[in-house]
């Protein structure tokens, strides 16, 4: 599979450019997993870059469709995230 350019509505997104891309997966311990698509687009000063595996039963149209979706939603935020006092946080909600 080539890649794949356009335009997409993208709440939350400084821009409405992306590119599509994937590849077939070979030897995958997943047996049923034929294919990796990759959506990539550009946030401020940051490249976005999400990834869903396409399954044998799945469709190119609705892998593309679930990728787009789930780039619709994606907000940003022009502040850094501090990761370590997130975890710290949700640990003292779940305490396993």
């Known amino acids: 599979m080539g890649i794949r350019n356009g ?4 709440a939350g997104l400084s821009t409405n450019h992306y590119s599509l891309w994937g590849f077939p ?3 995958q311990k997943v047996e049923d997993v034929k ?4 959506l990539t ?5 940051h490249v976005v870059l999400i990834n869903c595996a396409i399954k044998c039963s799945d469709t ?3 892998a593309k469709a679930y990728l787009m979706e789930s780039l619709s939603t994606l907000n940003v935020s022009d ?3 501090d990761v370590k006092a997130l ?3 949700l640990r003292k909600q779940d305490p396993r």
């Open 7 to 10: 335009d997409a509505m993208m």
């Open 25 to 27: 997966v070979i030897g």
């Open 35 to 38: 294919e990796q698509l990759y």
């Open 41 to 45: 687009t550009i946030s401020h000063n």
């Open 60 to 62: 190119m149209d609705s």
């Open 79 to 81: 502040k850094p995230i």
């Open 87 to 89: 975890q710290d946080a």
